[in-house]
Each structure stands twice: as C-alpha cells, then as structure tokens.
C-alpha cells in the first residue's frame, strides 16, 4: 500500500565496498528522484528520470551510478564508498502531469565505517 | 542555477502562538514554491505549495505568502502545537524539464509546552 519505499531502511558497510539501494513507486508517476540529506540535514538532488531517461544529473561523483529498469523503479548504486558518503538518502517521485509535488519514500540510512 | 536561503534556522515557540519561516530565491523564473516537514527521522511531507501565479494560499492553520517582486515566500503557523515541532524546509522549482526542486537549508522549528 505503501506510496513510494525504498530498501533497506538502513545499510551498514565498510569504505571501499559497493551497496545497491532499491526504489519503488506504485503512483504511476513518470519521474523520479534521487536525494541526499547529510547530517546537517541539508536535502541536495543528485539524479531524476523520467520514464527511464536520465534528465537531472548534478555534480555527483561518478560512483554513484543510477538505474531505472522501468518507470517504477529506480535504483542506487554506489562503488568504492566512502566515509563521506554517510547519509540518508531519499527516493521521490512526481505527481502526474500538471502537478509539481513530489513524494518521498522513508529514506536509506547508509552508514560507512 | 537556483539558490534557496532560510531563516531561521531554529525556531523556539511557546504552544499557542505563531511561527514564520521566511525564504528567498534567486532565479525570477521559479514558478512554484512547495514547504515541506519532516519529523524527525521521517520522510519530507509536503504541507503546502504555492504557485507564482498566487499571491496567498491558506489551509487551516498554515499559510504561505509569495512575493515574486522581492523574490521571497514565507510559511505562517498559527495557533501552534507540540505536534508542529519538526523540520520544515521551504523549496523553489525553476520551470523546464525535470522538475528540479531546490530546497533551503531547514529550521528546526520547537514548540514549547
């Protein structure tokens, strides 16, 4: 029933491992987003697809790679973690044409030892 | 790009009385302004959006306010509860493709008993 989810809820891993993290909107939305909110709990976009086609990509390391295998998924992935990259991170999607509202899944918290 | 600014960045109120959090942007070509809370270690929700085309926009206790002469936008809490204490970021959207929110840095807003 859940609008958006995302899995894990938390992930726990040592520096220099690589961790996938899932998303999944069941709204029928086209577009979708990743967020980074680090511990000042500064929100700060790094990708969004619309229908499977990449469309915002900001200034993100390349390890951090993206997928989306259909519209209702989005997935994370992440190589060579580092410390730096501790933080929650939120899957969004965007309502249907002529609406601007996104909604957010409850967030991955990934903590790298 | 777009740039969002926040204030406060904590907010201390005593139950009853009203809470204003006040945003600027940069980009004179945003055209939609959502505020979002987030309690703590939850997802963002949005509460209330306004559009460039409004000047006003109220919904029971919360109100925003839009000045696009000034490029600033306000959310107004009235009368307020325990239950309002949480993070509350203000955001801008730049129209074009994507959809890309920019959101402020946050206040932590406490209401007091």
């Known amino acids: 029933d859940t609008a958006v989810s995302q899995t894990p809820k938390y992930l726990v891993t040592q520096m220099g491992n690589d961790k996938s993290i899932k998303c999944e909107q069941n709204l029928g939305h086209d577009t979708m987003y990743w967020y980074k909110q680090d511990s000042k709990k500064f929100l700060k976009i790094m990708f969004s697809?619309?229908?499977?086609?990449?469309?915002i990509n900001e200034t993100v390391p390349n390890r951090f790679s993206p997928k989306s295998p259909d519209k209702a998924h989005l997935n994370l992935h992440i190589n060579s973690l580092e410390l730096g990259d501790s933080a929650v991170y939120f899957c969004?999607?965007?309502?249907?044409?002529?609406?601007?509202?996104?909604?957010f899944g409850p967030g991955t918290r990934l903590t790298v030892l | 790009g777009e740039n969002v600014e926040q204030h406060p960045s904590t907010l201390s109120v005593q139950e009853g009385d009203s809470a204003v959090i006040k945003c600027t942007y940069s980009d004179s070509a945003s055209n939609y302004f959502p505020w979002y809370k987030q309690e703590l270690g939850k997802r963002p929700q949005l509460i209330i959006d306004?559009?460039?085309?409004?000047g006003e926009k109220k919904d029971q206790r919360i109100a925003v306010t839009l000045n696009k002469t000034a490029k600033h936008f306000s959310l107004h809490i009235t009368e307020t509860q325990p239950e309002d204490s949480a993070v509350y970021f203000c955001?801008?959207?730049?129209?074009?493709?994507?959809?890309?929110?920019?959101f402020g840095t946050g206040t932590q807003l406490k209401v007091e008993l």
């Open positions: 306004i559009r460039s085309n409004v």
């Open positions: 955001a801008g959207r730049v129209g074009g493709g994507g959809n890309k929110l920019t």
């Open positions: 969004a999607s965007r309502g249907l044409a002529g609406s601007y509202e996104q909604f």
């Open positions: 697809y619309n229908n499977k086609e990449l469309i």
